[in-house]
């Protein structure tokens, strides 16, 4: 959402635009990935987290079955 600006209570709870997504975090720091997945669940999203990039690549064909599209956040 870039230029618009939210309230802090905006970003509370379950995100109806976010809601049921499905999240892939990279980030070689295992706090940084937890403090993310936790983030993700209260906004009502499905997230999957790797060390690094390869260990997220290796599962990528797996992510795109059914139609479903991952986010990368690296």
């Known amino acids: 959402l870039v230029g618009v600006y939210l309230a802090d209570e905006d970003l509370v709870g379950v995100q109806p635009e976010l809601s ?4 892939l975090i990279v980030d070689d720091s ?3 990935r937890r403090v993310l997945n936790l983030q ?4 009502g999203m499905q997230a999957e987290e790797f060390g690094t990039p390869t260990e997220a690549l290796r599962s990528y064909p797996v992510k795109i079955e059914g139609g479903r599209v ?3 956040l690296d």
Do not use: E, M, S, Y
Request: glycine share 14%; no cysteine.
């Open 20 to 23: 049921g997504r499905r999240l």
């Open 40 to 43: 993700a669940g209260k906004w």
């Open 30 to 32: 295992p706090t940084n």
């Open 70 to 72: 991952w986010l990368a």
